[in-house]
T-cell receptor
């Protein structure tokens, strides 16, 4: 009965590969997000997806693309992986803005690019 | 652009002490503020959420305050326990043009409670 789940938990891959991280929430939330936590433990917003509208943080390379097959899922696709993409990626979701709008985070996916 | 700072970066206290963690932000036009806890190698656990119209929230031994005008929030932990040892993250929420609440995180305070 996990609220926000991510798979895989760990992902080790080589430079140049394409990989995907899956995220699912069973909270019925309308909005989902992807965050990146770098080696210095700093968390930064990458994307928000609300009512089928995607907002991309300007610093995110276009090799990263979120895809939402339905309201409960927001998967992260990464093309041509680079060493600097190594980080922990967190998925999150939140209810509509007219509620407390608390964000719930998944357990994270640790991506290591070699 | 919102910038969030947390002081101190690390804090060690003996068990039983009360302590205060500080968070400051540069843009007072926030939607809400959320305090999280992160254990090593783990995800984020939400502790408290303060709406922009609120001044404080309490949950058990935790009390969070918000002063929007001065761009500050504090997290007060009473009677600290070794199990409180973790990194505490402050995150300021702002609505983007779609209505999504993007969180801007501070760098965190790593708390160690010594038995």
């Amino acid at each position: 009965d996990t609220a926000v789940s991510q798979t895989p938990k760990y992902l080790v891959t080589q430079m140049g590969n394409d990989k995907s991280i899956k995220c699912e929430q069973n909270l019925g939330h309308d909005t989902m997000y992807w965050y990146k936590q770098d080696s210095k433990k700093f968390l930064k917003i990458m994307f928000s997806y609300n009512n089928k509208e995607l907002i991309i943080n300007e610093t995110v390379p276009n090799r990263f693309s979120p895809k939402s097959p339905d309201k409960a899922h927001l998967n992260l696709h990464i093309n041509s992986l680079e060493l600097g993409d190594s980080a922990v990626y967190f998925c999150a979701s939140s209810p509509p803005a007219d509620s407390p709008y608390e964000q719930y985070f998944g357990p994270g996916t640790r991506l290591t690019v070699t | 652009k919102q910038e969030v700072t947390q002081i101190p970066a690390a804090l060690s206290v003996p068990e039983g002490e009360n302590l205060v963690l500080n968070c400051s932000f540069t843009d007072s036009a926030i939607y809400n503020l959320q305090w999280f806890r992160q254990d090593p190698g783990k995800g984020l656990t939400s502790l408290l959420l303060i709406q922009s119209s609120q001044r404080e929230q309490t949950s058990g031994r935790l009390n969070a305050s918000l002063d929007k005008s001065s761009g500050r929030s504090t997290l007060y932990i009473a009677a600290s326990q070794p199990g409180d040892s973790a990194t505490y993250l402050c995150a300021v929420g702002g609505l983007d043009q779609t209505g999504a609440n993007n969180l801007f995180f501070g760098t965190g305070t790593r708390l160690t409670v010594i038995p």
